[in-house]
């Protein structure tokens, strides 16, 4: 007892000298797997895996850097609830990155239903605690293949059906540009639709499509025809759209959000056979008529086929008519103007 | 000027058929430039000086409501009155107006010495008659199918309004090119008419003019049929 007590301080005495040590001493606890404690008549784990707590961003750190009210080793009380602002402040000491982030957070659905005392995520609960890694790390939890899982917690309907998605199979195909949540909803400042903010009002919705939809090379890789967006911004739907008409139908009127599916795809609302019923929510008399034609057409592009005819067959008649009449015109005037000065 | 004698070369009903196509063809140009060229500075300004997108649409809607009333009232006209169905055969083409052009064309480069002689209508104005007539059927038509595509939804395949609205967009533009190009040079900057020809709204012009202008009708108001055989009529 008595050799294990001057072990003791010895360990103590040197795990006191550097961080790394320091933290040595916590894991001589915290690293054991079933270390907890009953609260609440519930078993509460207070492990943490020291191998991923080392890849972590915050490998350099003691744990007592953050958890600045444990003084002595082991601690007898239970640690205050710390916060990610604790240092990552402007004009923070320790060099911890300072981004707009968590001011943007404060402004999101999550932090205004956490002040109403709502269940919500706040940092920890999408960065994690102890494992924060940058989000380009595979490991890290808000790495993009990862992020519907992680959002998935809370949101598992939504999560059941974008995985039945188009842009989740890209993921799975390991196309990575491909949209998970929060390539539409933002990342810190989720709003909700009704706020004219928000990437989801009805009028921003196409230009949260368009990020990636208009962008040629991604899109020739994936096999969706670029020249949608712009069309769509050009037809009766679009320009009302663009001039405060909400009630005009956006990409998500059609295309569905969440599930979002190729046409070929039966479960699609925009397949050929589901036609009738998309258009049905606005246009109450729409039937099969609506799937015989093509949509998002641009009357420069061959593929538009009868508009195409018609805009080209215009264009040039338009022109001959218009030259046509001119030079009647000019030659009319230089008449005049001669029979004048021989008049004279 | 010296005063002159007038002529009545356009009855209150003509008049007023112009004044209404007048009326509701340049309203529905401004409305439906605001809407064809959205994406400009002047597109914009046009669609906020009509009282915004909506209203613009309601205000295009209106005045092709105008331009319908017109339309039937010019057929009533053409068909059911003596002297509609009058003006309309005086605007019906006939070879003399191909023969006209050619001289027309000739006296412009020096070949002939005199002008083409004219009847009430020369071609330059059947030209614009007959453009109009058919730019308006068109207009007319492919109108109703994006007006009412709510109930035509049924009945139509969706490439019918793609096509209706390229049609009713590019002769839109076609309009515009003759209302610019063609009409304003025939009424207004024309030398004979420069800066403006009036008779559309009193119907008068001087014997001047009509001498100048349309020398077989103005033979016709004048003299007796046998004196127009013998200065040469049908030449």
């Given at each position: 007892m008595r050799r294990f007590l001057?072990?003791?301080?010895?360990?103590?005495?040197?795990?006191?000298?550097?961080?790394?040590?320091?933290?040595e001493r916590c894991f001589v606890c915290h690293g054991v797997k079933n270390f907890g404690i009953v609260e609440h008549g519930k078993f509460k784990s207070l492990y943490v895996s020291k191998e991923d707590f080392e890849a972590s961003v915050h490998s350099k750190f003691a744990c007592v850097s953050c958890h600045v009210d444990v003084r002595v080793i082991p601690h007898l009380t239970k640690p205050?609830?710390?916060?990610?602002?604790?240092?990552?402040?402007?004009?923070?000491?320790?060099?911890?990155?300072?981004?707009?982030?968590?001011?943007?957070?404060?402004?999101?659905?999550?932090?205004?239903?956490?002040?109403?005392?709502?269940n919500a995520p706040d940092c920890k609960d999408c960065h994690t605690v102890h494992y924060v890694r940058k989000p380009e790390d595979p490991n890290s939890s808000v790495y993009k293949t990862r992020i519907p899982e992680l959002c998935g917690r809370c949101h598992e309907t939504v999560k059941e059906e974008y995985y039945n998605s188009i842009h989740w199979a890209g993921i799975q195909k390991?196309?990575?540009?491909?949209?998970?949540?929060?390539?539409?909803?933002?990342?810190?400042?989720?709003?909700?639709?009704?706020?004219?903010?928000?990437?989801?009002?009805?009028?921003?919705?196409?230009?949260?499509?368009?990020?990636?939809?208009?962008?040629?090379?991604?899109?020739?890789?994936?096999?969706?025809?670029?020249?949608?967006?712009?069309?769509?911004?050009?037809?009766?739907?679009?320009?009302?759209?663009?001039?405060?008409?909400?009630?005009?139908?956006?990409?998500?009127?059609?295309?569905?959000?969440?599930?979002?599916?190729p046409s070929r795809d039966p479960r699609s609302p925009i397949h050929p056979a589901n036609?009738?019923?998309?258009?049905?929510?606005?246009?109450?008399?729409?039937?099969?008529?609506?799937?015989?034609?093509?949509?998002?057409?641009?009357?420069?592009?061959?593929?538009?086929?009868?508009?195409?005819?018609?805009?080209?067959?215009?264009?040039?008649?338009?022109?001959?008519?218009?030259?046509?009449?001119?030079?009647?015109?000019?030659?009319?005037?230089?008449?005049?103007?001669?029979?004048?000065?021989?008049?004279? | 000027m010296p005063s002159q004698k007038k002529v009545l070369r356009f009855s209150l009903s003509w008049r007023i058929q112009h004044f209404l196509l007048m009326v509701s063809v340049t309203l529905l140009i401004i409305t439906g430039f605001a809407l064809r060229y959205h994406d400009t500075w002047f597109g914009r300004f046009l669609i906020f000086i009509e009282g915004g997108f909506e209203t613009r649409g309601t205000l295009h809607r209106i005045s092709a409501v105008l331009l319908f009333i017109t339309a039937v009232y010019h057929l009533i006209y053409i068909l059911f009155t003596r002297e509609g169905r009058k003006e309309f055969r005086e605007l019906l083409p006939r070879k003399k107006d191909f023969a006209d052009f050619v001289e027309s064309i000739r006296y412009d480069i020096g070949k002939n010495e005199k002008p083409p002689m004219?009847?009430?209508?020369?071609?330059?104005?059947?030209?614009?008659?007959?453009?109009?007539?058919?730019?308006?059927?068109?207009?007319?038509?492919?109108?109703?199918?994006?007006?009412?595509?709510?109930?035509?939804?049924?009945?139509?395949?969706?490439?019918?309004?793609?096509f209706s609205q390229a049609l009713h967009s590019a002769t839109a533009t076609l309009v515009i090119t003759f209302l610019v190009l063609w009409h304003l040079y025939l009424v207004h900057f024309s030398p004979s008419n420069f800066p403006i020809n009036a008779s559309f709204w009193h119907g008068y012009v001087s014997e001047e003019w009509l001498k100048e202008n349309h020398y077989l009708e103005y033979l016709n108001l004048t003299s007796s049929s046998e004196e127009i055989k013998n200065k040469g009529y049908g030449k």
């Open positions: 001057y072990f003791a301080i010895f360990l103590f005495a040197v795990s006191q000298t550097s961080a790394q040590l320091r933290n205050q609830r710390i916060h990610c602002l604790q240092c990552h402040f402007e004009g923070n000491v320790v060099g911890a990155p300072v981004t707009a982030k968590p001011e943007k957070y404060k402004e999101s659905v999550h932090a205004k239903a956490l002040a109403k005392g709502k390991g196309e990575l540009s491909s949209a998970v949540c929060s390539d539409c909803h933002r990342e810190h400042d989720i709003l909700p639709p009704e706020d004219p903010r928000s990437s989801l009002n009805p009028k921003n919705v196409v230009g949260t499509c368009d990020k990636c939809h208009s962008d040629v090379k991604l899109m020739k890789r994936v096999g969706v025809p670029v020249q949608n967006p712009e069309a769509y911004k050009e037809s009766f739907h679009g320009i009302a759209l663009k001039f405060g008409v909400v009630r005009a139908a956006n990409c998500a009127s059609c295309h569905e959000y969440h599930s979002v599916l036609l009738a019923k998309t258009c049905g929510k606005c246009h109450p008399r729409a039937n099969e008529n609506v799937a015989k034609g093509k949509f998002h057409v641009l009357p420069g592009e061959r593929e538009s086929g009868i508009v195409y005819y018609v805009y080209t067959f215009f264009k040039w008649f338009t022109l001959i008519v218009l030259i046509g009449l001119f030079t009647h015109i000019v030659l009319d005037l230089i008449g005049h103007i001669r029979r004048k000065r021989k008049k004279e | 004219y009847g009430r209508y020369s071609y330059k104005e059947k030209i614009q008659y007959w453009a109009f007539f058919l730019f308006v059927i068109l207009m007319i038509l492919s109108g109703i199918v994006l007006w009412f595509h709510n109930y035509l939804f049924g009945i139509l395949p969706k490439w019918f309004f793609d």
